[in-house]
C-alpha cells in the first residue's frame, strides 16, 4: 500500500500545472468547483488517502498484538474487522489504479523539456569520458567546468560546441 501510496503521490504532482506531464482521464477526475480550467484527480487522492486507512490498520493489529501471550486468545478476535477492511480498501485501490493508467496520457514534449532542464545529462557526459578512458574524477572535474561555461552562455549542455568542450578541459 505504502507503494499505491506514492504510485498516487507522484502522479497527483505529474499531473499539475506546475510539471504538466500527463493528463488524466473524466473517468479519474472532476472539475473543481473553483477554478474551471481545474481537474481535481479524485481517483489519485482516494488512493493516497485510503492506503493511511489500510496502514492504520495494520497499525490497530500491531497494537492488539503488542501484548498478548504465545497463544490464542480472545482479543484476536479484533483483527477480522480491520483485516477485511484493508483487503477490500487494498483490492478497491488496485481497480483505481487499473482505471487511472488505462486514461493516463503522456506528454512526451513536456517530459523531454523537463529532462533537459537542471544539466541532468551531466551525469551522461561524465559518464561517456570514463567510457572513452578519462579517469572519472578527471571527468566529473571536466563536465563540472562544461556545465559552469553552459551557465554562462546561458544554453543547454548539449548546445555546448566541441571548442567549448574541449576548453572545459584544459
Known amino acids: 500500500m505504502v507503494h499505491l501510496s506514492r504510485f498516487a503521490e507522484d502522479l497527483i504532482f505529474f499531473n499539475s500545472g506546475e510539471a504538466n506531464f500527463v493528463e488524466l482521464s473524466d473517468r479519474v477526475t472532476s472539475g ?31 497494537m492488539t498484538l503488542k501484548g498478548l501471550p504465545l497463544a490464542y ?10 483485516l477485511f477492511d484493508a483487503l477490500d480498501t487494498w483490492l478497491d485501490c488496485l481497480h483505481m489504479a487499473a ?9 512526451r514534449p513536456r517530459c523531454a523539456e523537463a ?43 548539449e548546445a555546448l560546441t566541441l571548442a567549448d568542450l574541449q576548453n572545459s578541459a584544459q
Open 32 to 62: 473543481s468547483s473553483l477554478m474551471p480550467q481545474k481537474k481535481n484527480p479524485d481517483a489519485l487522492e482516494l488512493i493516497r488517502g485510503k492506503c493511511g486507512r489500510v496502514q492504520g490498520a495494520l497499525t490497530g493489529m500491531m
Open 73 to 82: 486468545n480472545k482479543d484476536m478476535q479484533e483483527d477480522k474487522e480491520g
Open 99 to 107: 482505471l487511472v493508467l488505462d486514461g493516463i496520457q503522456v506528454k
Open 115 to 157: 529532462a533537459q532542464q537542471g544539466y541532468a545529462n551531466a551525469t551522461e557526459l561524465a559518464d561517456y569520458l570514463v567510457a572513452k578512458g578519462v579517469p572519472f574524477r578527471e571527468a566529473h572535474h571536466i563536465v563540472g567546468e562544461a556545465v559552469v561555461e553552459a551557465i554562462a552562455q546561458g544554453k543547454p549542455l
